[in-house]
């Protein structure tokens, strides 16, 4: 059984740059594609990424998602950070009978 | 659309069973799987099965034991989780995610369970 590990908190201002990494602890990151959840307070969550690098339409292209097979870990970087992107954020994965979330980060826009 | 819209909250007692629905429309129902996922008070998202609308397959998290049940009805598009024999930790909001496969892309609105004596 393999986990996903975040951070567990980032912070960034508006307007700026922020990645956020889920790293894989045993199997290859690349072997099962990586999706990325992202919850605001008091919501469901919604998919802003999915397979490793896929939006889905309505998430702004400011998100985005790739992977690294040298770190065996996935990336979410949201540019252009708004008030709005302050939120939980879960990476996600799965092997042949199982899936697995990441313990979120928190993100928070200063 | 597409649309999935979960039941109410449910106030359970321990050792009791719940049954939860998701009913729904705006996509062709048994293209796509089912997963369903809890999320304690303050806590993360863990995930609990998954089934293939197609035939009915389904697989679960060794963590609930076999105490989980999931099922469709494919002439209202709807499924269902039914987690048994309920303890205080079960206590959580509980959500449907429509996904291609393991990769979840709409989710319901959540339903709250809460288990009390």
Same mark, same amino acid.
């Given at each position: 059984?393999?986990?996903?590990?975040?951070?567990?908190?980032?912070?960034?201002?508006?307007?700026?740059?922020?990645?956020?990494?889920?790293?894989?602890?045993?199997?290859?990151?690349a072997?099962?594609?990586?999706?990325?959840?992202?919850?605001?307070?008091?919501?469901?969550?919604?998919?802003?990424?999915?397979?490793?690098?896929?939006?889905?339409?309505?998430?702004?292209?400011?998100?985005?998602?790739?992977?690294?097979?040298?770190?065996?870990?996935?990336?979410?970087?949201?540019?252009?950070?708004?008030?709005?992107?302050?939120?939980?954020?879960?990476?996600?994965?799965?092997?042949?009978?199982?899936a697995?979330?990441?313990?979120?980060?928190?993100?928070?826009?200063? | 659309?597409?649309?999935?819209?979960?039941?109410?909250?449910?106030?359970?007692?321990?050792?009791?069973?719940?049954?939860?629905?998701?009913?729904?429309?705006?996509?062709?129902?048994?293209?796509?799987?089912?997963?369903?996922?809890?999320?304690?008070?303050?806590?993360?998202?863990?995930?609990?099965?998954?089934?293939?609308?197609?035939?009915?397959?389904?697989? &679960?998290?060794?963590?609930?034991? *076999?105490?989980? $049940?999931?099922t %469709?009805?494919? =002439?209202?598009?709807?499924?269902?989780?039914?987690?048994?024999?309920?303890r205080?930790?079960?206590?959580?909001?509980?959500?449907?995610?429509?996904a291609?496969? &393991?990769?979840?892309?709409?989710? *319901?609105?959540? $339903?709250?369970? %809460?288990?009390? =004596?």
């Amino acid at each position: 059984n393999f986990m996903l590990t975040q951070p567990h908190s980032v912070s960034e201002s508006p307007g700026k740059t922020v990645t956020i990494s889920c790293t894989r602890s045993s199997g290859s990151i690349a072997n099962n594609y990586v999706q990325w959840y992202q919850q605001r307070p008091g919501s469901s969550p919604i998919t802003v990424i999915y397979e490793d690098n896929q939006r889905p339409s309505g998430v702004p292209d400011r998100f985005s998602g790739s992977i690294d097979r040298s770190s065996n870990s996935a990336s979410l970087t949201i540019s252009g950070l708004k008030s709005e992107d302050e939120a939980d954020y879960y990476c996600h994965s799965y092997d042949s009978r199982r899936a697995v979330f990441g313990g979120g980060t928190k993100l928070t826009v200063l | 659309q597409v649309q999935l819209v979960q039941s109410g909250a449910e106030v359970k007692k321990p050792g009791a069973s719940v049954k939860l629905s998701c009913k729904t429309s705006g996509y062709s129902f048994t293209t796509f799987y089912m997963h369903w996922v809890r999320q304690a008070p303050g806590q993360g998202l863990e995930w609990m099965g998954i089934i293939n609308p197609s035939g009915g397959a389904t697989t &679960y998290a060794q963590e609930l034991q *076999g105490r989980d $049940t999931v099922t %469709t009805d494919t =002439s209202t598009s709807t499924v269902y989780m039914e987690l048994n024999n309920l303890r205080s930790e079960d206590t959580a909001f509980y959500y449907c995610a429509r996904a291609y496969y &393991y990769d979840m892309i709409d989710w *319901g609105q959540g $339903t709250l369970v %809460t288990v009390s =004596s």
